[in-house]
Every structure is written in C-alpha cells, then in structure tokens.
C-alpha cells in the first residue's frame, strides 16, 4: 500500500507564497493519479487539485484556480502544489491522497497532512 507523507506547510501573509510537496512509497507513485484536499477549521474536506497519472491532465476547483498549481515527479515519487497569491481562506490543512479524490472518505488514502496558515 502506498504511503503519503506532505511537507511544505507553514505561516505565511496573505499575497504570499508556499510549495507543498508530498513523498510517496511503498508502492508505483506513477501508476496513480492523485489529488489535494483541504480541511480547514470546523469545516468538511474541500477538494482542490488533481493530476493524472503522467500529469498531462490537471484540474482546479475555482477557488483556488489561477493561483495553485499541481504538478508531479514521478522518477522522485512526488506530488506538488504550488500556491501563490494566498488568501486567509486558504488556512486549512492540506493532505494529498492517491486517486482521483473529489469526496474524502474512510477509504481514501491520504496523508497526515501538511497546516498552511495565511495570517497577516
């Protein structure tokens, strides 16, 4: 079974920059394709990037498109997201998970998460 571990995280002011990244083993990271989501305080998980595998295709939720991007190493095992131009809504903690993920479940693997907080 694959393993997640996300990094990258921190406090930042809002306009401000981070590159998350996430290490993958214990498995074929390139056979995935693979998502970021996003929990911030008191609220569900929010989904907000996906890569195919090869990461040819890349999809956005609106919130954050134009601003995040997501990109993949796959001779390193490693899932990216590039954020740019942040927002105080974009505080949450950020986990990336193996597939396709538009809604987290019990089933959903992913990792322990990495906390972005955007405060001035």
């Known amino acids: 079974e694959v393993r997640l571990v996300e990094s990258g995280g921190g406090l930042v002011q809002p306009g401000g920059s981070l590159r998350l990244s996430c290490a993958a083993s214990?498995?074929?990271?390139?056979?995935?394709?693979m998502t970021w989501v996003r929990q911030a305080p008191g609220k569900g998980f929010e989904w907000v990037s996906s890569?195919?595998?090869?990461?040819?295709?890349?999809y956005y939720a609106d919130s954050v498109k134009g601003r995040f991007t997501i990109s993949r190493d796959d001779a390193k095992g490693t899932l990216y997201l590039q954020l740019n131009s942040l927002k105080t809504e974009d505080t949450a903690m950020y986990y990336c998970?193996?597939?396709?993920?538009?809604?987290?479940?019990?089933?959903?693997?992913r990792g322990q998460g990495t906390q972005v907080t955007v405060s001035s």
């Open positions: 214990g498995s074929t990271f390139r056979n995935y394709a």
């Open positions: 890569i195919s595998r090869g990461g040819d295709d890349t």
């Open positions: 998970a193996k597939d396709i993920v538009m809604v987290v479940t019990p089933n959903t693997v």
